[in-house]
Nanobody
């Protein structure tokens, strides 16, 4: 079992920045690829970014590419999502997730563990 807790969400103005954190406990964190997803009201959960267990490979949704950076610190059991140049359409609840294996990292249905989410609101 892996428990995930997100933090760092909040209210920010357009063009601002936030850094989300997701801290894991339970089984060995370093063995899991990690992903960030988001869900806006009335919409499906969508992929934002993912990172391999080593941190050597990263993946981004086209909608955030160039504005978002995913990273991890396995010594701290934490994965980060640095978001810059935020837009109103980035407003959503952001979830981190962990899965076994490094395939299908953009698919929410392939993840095994989820955090409770943290709200990000971008005001015009």
């Amino acid at each position: 079992q892996v428990q995930l807790v997100e933090s760092g969400g909040g209210l920010v103005q357009v063009g601002g920045s936030l850094r989300l954190s997701c801290t894991a406990s339970g089984r060995t964190f370093s063995g899991y690829p990690m992903g960030w997803f988001r869900q806006a009201p009335g919409k499906d959960r969508e992929f934002v970014a993912a990172i391999s267990w080593s941190g050597g490979r990263t993946y981004y949704a086209d909608s955030v590419k160039g504005r978002v950076t995913i990273s991890r610190d396995n010594a701290k059991n934490t994965v980060y999502l640095q978001m810059n140049g935020l837009k109103p359409e980035d407003t959503a609840v952001y979830f981190c997730a962990a899965r076994f294996g490094e395939v299908h990292l953009t698919r929410a249905d392939k993840y095994d563990y989820w955090g409770q989410g943290t709200q990000v609101t971008v005001s015009p």
